[in-house]
């Protein structure tokens, strides 16, 4: 087995049991709810297989969804997220994403920072659409959206930091 796909692997279970253990049973004001699962599609390699992680994005979704009672809306948000992925990639990192030197588990940089507010923001956004579904709840959906973002991205670049592997 490759060192990458053990390593996939492993987050994808980790993400996932820390969001059903932990993160599932906090909500916040009752906007504020984290969902740092989505690092996984997040931190899933640029020159990886497409096909496998947009399968990886489903049962992840499809896993949420079983364990959050949502009927679905956690494998839209993610399948669609694995999906506008490489289009994300192509706004935040320009050239760089095509020559596939973009490395995630680094410093934050602006470009990194973008692809990460991007990716939370869609995947949110979509949830929380999917979730209400009434054009009536558009002011609690954007409120619930932006506030969730907020708190996820700074739970993603926390996580980041924690695993990011040292360099010595």
């Not at 916040?28 to 997040?42: A, E, K, Q, R």
């Not at 320009?94 to 990194?112: A, I, M």
């Amino acid at each position: 087995m490759n060192n990458a796909l053990i390593v996939n692997i492993f987050r994808f279970i980790l993400l996932l049991a820390i969001q059903i253990i932990v993160f599932n049973n906090m909500n916040f004001f009752g906007y504020i709810s984290p969902f740092p699962y989505i690092l996984f599609i997040i931190l899933y390699p640029v020159n990886g297989n497409k096909s496998g992680l947009l399968v990886a994005s489903f049962l992840l979704g499809l896993i949420m969804d079983m364990f959050s009672n949502s009927g679905g809306i956690h494998a839209t948000s993610c399948l669609l997220l694995a999906y506008f992925r490489p289009f994300i990639f192509k706004f935040s990192f320009g050239l760089s994403y095509e020559y596939q030197t973009v490395k995630l588990n680094d410093v934050l940089t602006p470009e990194r920072f973008s692809f990460i507010f991007v990716s939370v923001l869609i995947h949110h956004l979509i949830l929380f659409v999917l979730e209400a579904f009434q054009f009536s709840f558009f002011l609690d959906v954007l409120l619930r959206t932006i506030l969730s973002t907020l708190f996820t991205i700074i739970l993603c670049i926390i996580i980041i930091y924690l695993i990011k592997p040292n360099k010595r």
